[in-house]
Nanobody
């Protein structure tokens, strides 16, 4: 059974930084290793659609970012323990929300994905 453990959220003031982490463990039903998955973060604010924050491929460490966080947030990953990190810098009130980590891949044409429970980030002005 796959387990997802997130940590690092909290309350900060505008301009400060946070580091979120998310570790995936356990055996996937397909048997594929998490090192073959894409991992990343979405965030959601009540009343708004879920927003993509950042993605990383643990296979080749390629990254991608949502426009609202480019240049401020940085995603990294550790293949050895299937952990993805999000360094969030220069935080502002608009970055407030629940941050969800995920891992996904395609298995024979079907999406195989796993999500964290969500972690609150609150930025005060």
């Amino acid at each position: 059974q796959v387990q997802v453990a997130e940590s690092g959220g909290g309350l900060v003031q505008a301009g400060e930084s946070l580091r979120l982490s998310c570790t995936f463990s356990g055996r996937t039903p397909s048997g594929r290793a998490f090192s073959s998955y894409a991992m990343g973060w979405f965030r959601q604010v009540p009343g708004k659609e879920r927003e993509h924050v950042a993605t990383i491929s643990l296979h080749d460490m390629r990254t991608g970012y949502g426009n609202s966080v480019k240049g401020r947030f940085f995603i990294s990953g550790d293949k050895a323990d299937n952990t993805v990190y999000l360094q969030a810098n220069s935080l502002g009130p608009l970055d407030t929300g629940v941050y969800y980590c995920y891992a996904d891949t395609d298995v024979d044409g079907s999406r195989d994905d796993y999500w964290g429970q969500g972690i609150q980030v609150t930025v005060s002005s």
